[in-house]
């Protein structure tokens, strides 16, 4: 079982940035692609991004491409979100997955099957 744990989250103002964080442990989580979901409030979960093993192939929502940035290190068991030119509509909370079942989308939250407790992201307007 993979336990992951996502921090960095925060309120910013916007324009601003932060740095998610997802930490992984136990499992194969180092050979798994990884991806980030969000959940504003009243919404359904969003795919954010995802990104593969290797980390050459990752995917972005349109609405976070060219700001947000996914990456891993393996060595440490640890993908990252680099989030900027943060906007109030990126308010939610985040989680990161692992991705499991791979006959789903890659943004369809049904294909992972770990997820972390989620980290709050607030932007300020």
């Known amino acids: 079982q993979v336990l992951l744990v996502e921090s960095g989250g925060g309120l910013v103002q916007a324009g601003g940035s932060l740095r998610l964080s997802c930490v992984a442990s136990?499992?194969?989580?180092?050979?798994?692609?990884m991806g980030w979901f969000r959940r504003a409030p009243g919404k359904v979960r969003e795919f954010v991004t995802s990104?593969?093993?290797?980390?050459?192939?990752?995917y972005y929502a349109d609405s976070v491409k060219g700001r947000f940035t996914i990456s891993r290190d393996s060595a440490k068991n640890t993908v990252y979100l680099q989030m900027n030119s943060l906007k109030p509509e990126d308010t939610a909370v985040y989680y990161c997955?692992?991705?499991?079942?791979?006959?789903?989308?890659?943004?369809?939250?049904?294909?992972?099957?770990?997820w972390g407790q989620g980290t709050q992201v607030t932007v300020s307007s």
């Open positions: 990104i593969n093993a290797s980390g050459a192939r990752p």
């Open positions: 997955a692992r991705r499991k079942f791979y006959y789903y989308s890659y943004y369809d939250p049904r294909g992972y099957d770990n």
């Open positions: 136990g499992g194969t989580a180092t050979t798994d692609d």
